[in-house]
């Protein structure tokens, strides 16, 4: 897999983040409306993941690995399903809304992995799939985990509904992906 080359400048994430919470707020309060993007990069076609935090712990996560609209969009409708319709958490209240901490995620392309032996902890996000079953996490969860490659695979395995040991089974297949997190 080639390094993920996509790099946002400070004020394309400032835009991200700020219609992600504009889109989360609109939920409460009548009269928002989204900016203009900044520049063309925002209608690149790429996957995203907004992740909601609250004093550091995790409120909700939801994103799409494939981009199949333009980029601010993906943001937009990610961070409002982030908000309301992660099945893990109740839909956030208003109160809680002014105290979200906000981590966007923008994915490269998602590609099979040749062997898994060549999987970086902290540099590659994963999707493991095997029959009906599919589980996904983000590059930094194995970071923010101290994960080495073993348990990064264990655990996206775990995510999947699967046995921890699924990722030796030849049919199942590991893809992987890079993410500029913000």
């Known amino acids: 897999m080639s390094d993920f080359v996509f790099k946002l400048t400070d004020s394309e994430k400032k835009y991200l983040k700020e219609i992600a919470l504009i889109s989360i707020r609109s939920n409460f309060e009548d009269g928002l409306e989204l900016p203009e993007p900044p520049t063309d990069r925002m209608v690149e076609r790429l996957g995203a993941f907004v992740t909601l935090k609250i004093k ?3 409120r909700g996560c939801i994103g799409n690995i494939i981009g199949d ?5 993906t943001v937009v409708k990610m961070a409002a399903q982030s908000a309301f319709n992660d ?5 956030l209240t208003q109160e809680e809304s002014e105290l979200i901490e906000l981590e966007i995620s ?4 998602v590609t099979l992995v040749d062997d898994p032996l060549s999987i970086i902890p902290g540099k590659h996000g994963l999707l493991i799939r095997k029959g009906h079953y599919s589980g996904l996490l983000l590059p930094q969860v194995a970071a923010e985990w101290k994960w080495d490659r073993e348990q990064f ?4 395995c775990r995510k999947a509904g ?3 040991e699924c990722w030796k089974d030849k049919n199942t ?6 993410a500029e997190v913000f």
């Open 56 to 58: 550091g712990r995790l």
């Open 69 to 73: 609209a333009p980029l601010w969009k």
């Open 87 to 91: 099945p893990r958490f109740p839909p």
């Open 106 to 109: 923008i994915l490269s392309p």
């Open 153 to 156: 695979l264990s655990n996206t």
């Open 162 to 164: 699967l046995s921890q």
């Open 173 to 178: 297949e590991i893809f992987w992906f890079q």
